[in-house]
């Protein structure tokens, strides 16, 4: 059974930084693409970053320069590497992957549980 298990979220000051991290585990051919959303209460999800599997990125204006993202693909895992965060960043963070469990198989979307950062002022 596939799974992302993401990682690496918390309480933190303004100004401070994360880094998430999320992992494809289970029996599986290959990942496409991968991102990052966010869902802050009462709001609905965001996409905040994006990565093809041959590492093209894509960042949300809202946290472009701020927020890095990249994957090791010969660890099946991803990252959002988080500086300078600011209370409005506070949000469930979960990560998303197209994964294609077989060689003759379509690919399926797959999400993480998500996991809290929260970013005190």
């Known amino acids: 059974q596939v799974q992302l298990v993401e990682s690496g979220g918390g309480l933190v000051q303004a100004g401070g930084s994360l880094r998430l991290s999320c992992a494809a585990s289970?029996?599986?051919?290959?990942?496409?693409?991968m991102a990052w959303y966010r869902q802050a209460r009462g709001k609905q999800r965001d996409l905040v970053a994006s990565?093809?599997?041959?590492?093209?990125?894509n960042i949300a204006d809202s946290v472009k320069g701020r927020f890095t993202i990249s994957r090791d693909n010969s660890d099946n895992t991803m990252y959002l590497q988080m500086n300078s965060l600011e209370p409005e960043d506070t949000a469930v963070y979960s990560c998303?992957?197209?994964?294609?469990?077989?060689?003759?198989?379509?690919?399926?979307?797959?999400w993480g549980q998500g996991t809290q950062v929260t970013v005190s002022s």
């Open positions: 990565i093809t599997s041959g590492g093209a990125a």
């Open positions: 289970g029996r599986f051919f290959g990942i496409g693409a």
């Open positions: 998303f992957a197209q994964i294609r469990t077989s060689e003759l198989s379509d690919t399926s979307n797959y």
